[in-house]
Structure formats: structure tokens, C-alpha cells
């Protein structure tokens, strides 16, 4: 144990260029594909709960609830299929993942916004726009950001696959350890994958706790 320990330190530590390459690839491909699809799934969540777009949103939940539980290797597979290979089609396929979480959490948020809350607000004299911004958003800011936050684990884990399909990124690291059976090799690209991961959480995390106001935390 403890001289695999050292071998993946040895390996870390003589192709630190190396990893570190890799590493900005990986943050590239995930800020890329995962700021597409936190602007896109907000967007898109709510215009599926605007008046008169109920029947539409309760579709749109249904279906990313189910879309949800699609393999992620499946998403990159298919748009591999139709886009070859590269760093933009795994750009793609992350920014469809991504975006399931963040479109379910945001409207079934914003479905949820008392509709009390927004009577009372109309009564006081606000606009559609205004309730919407100054009522439903604030309160569905934590369903919101927690979707944010799942959105964006879920690509840095998924962005190692992506690999295999010549995005390059850490996962290009895994890959390669796996072809020649080097454990040290996969660990040593596993490592920073899952230390990225926590630490973007942790980020949002306290993000979340910024952005939440105080009667609404719990």
C-alpha cells in the first residue's frame, strides 16, 4: 500500500506539467459547457412557468426528471455520433447533462412560489415581470443554486468520460493508466478530478449561503 502511495507521488510529481495541462483543460471544458447550462436552464425554467406555460413546464419536469436517469456515457456517445470527436462535442454533451439539473430544481422552484405570495404582491400594484424578480426569483434562489451546485459536480465527474472521446482533461490521464494497467497513473488522474470537484462545491456552496436570504435558510 505504502509503495503504490509512493508511486502515485513519484508519478504526480514528475509529470506535474503534464497533469497540470490536463487540469486546465478540465476547468475549460467545465466552465465552458457548465455556464452554458446554468444561463440556458435558468432561462428555459422560466419561461416554462410563465402563465399560460404551466402545461409546458409540467412536460419539461416530467421529461428532465426522466432525463435524469440517462447514463452519462450515454449523452456523450450520441453526440459523438452526430459530432465526432474533440473537445466541442464533449463541450456539447456536458452542456446537455448539465443542464437537467438546473432546469428541474429552478421550475419546480418557481412552481412552488406561494401562490398567496404573488396575489399579495399583484395586490400591492407589481408587474408580472416584477413579481417575478422581486418575489419568485429570491425565493427560489436555494432550489435554484442547489441544482447549480449538482450541475456542476455532476460535469466535472462526467468530464473525465469525455476523454474518451478526444476532449482531452484529466480524464485523458485515466484513460491512458487504464490502456497500460498503470494504477498509479489512474489514481494520479483521479486525484485531481475529485479534489476539483470538492472545492468548486465547497465555492458554491458558500455561494449559496451568500445569495440565500436570511428567512429563507434553514
Do not use: C
Not at 44 to 65: C, D, E, N, Q, Y
Not at 136 to 148: A, D, Q, R
Not at 187 to 202: C, H, R, S, W
Amino acid at each position: 500500500m505504502r509503495s503504490e502511495t509512493m508511486e502515485v507521488f513519484e508519478y504526480m510529481v514528475e509529470n506535474s506539467g503534464y497533469i497540470m495541462e490536463r487540469l486546465l483543460e478540465h476547468i475549460f471544458i467545465f466552465l465552458a459547457s457548465w455556464s452554458m447550462a446554468v444561463v440556458a436552464g435558468v432561462a428555459i425554467a422560466i419561461f416554462v412557468t410563465r402563465p399560460g406555460h404551466r402545461r409546458a413546464g409540467s412536460l419539461v419536469l416530467s421529461i428532465t426528471g426522466a432525463t435524469q436517469a440517462v447514463p452519462s456515457i450515454a449523452v456523450i456517445a450520441l453526440v459523438f455520433l452526430f459530432m465526432g470527436i474533440g473537445a466541442a462535442p464533449a463541450i456539447v454533451a456536458l452542456f446537455l447533462y448539465s443542464l437537467v439539473p438546473v432546469v428541474f430544481n429552478t421550475a419546480s422552484g418557481l412552481m412552488n412560489v406561494s401562490m398567496k405570495m404573488k396575489e399579495a404582491a399583484k395586490g400591492m400594484g407589481m408587474t408580472n415581470r416584477q413579481i417575478l424578480w422581486k418575489v419568485e426569483m429570491p425565493v427560489t434562489v436555494p432550489t435554484m443554486l442547489s441544482g447549480i451546485r449538482s450541475s456542476a459536480t455532476i460535469n466535472i465527474g462526467t468530464a473525465a468520460i469525455a476523454a474518451s472521446i478526444g476532449a482531452g482533461g484529466l480524464g485523458e490521464i485515466i484513460f491512458t493508466g487504464l490502456r497500460m494497467t498503470k494504477g498509479p497513473m489512474i489514481i494520479a488522474g483521479a486525484i485531481p478530478v475529485t479534489l476539483l470537484a470538492i472545492a468548486v462545491d465547497i465555492i458554491l456552496g458558500f455561494s449559496e449561503k451568500a445569495l440565500t436570504s436570511k428567512g429563507l435558510r434553514t
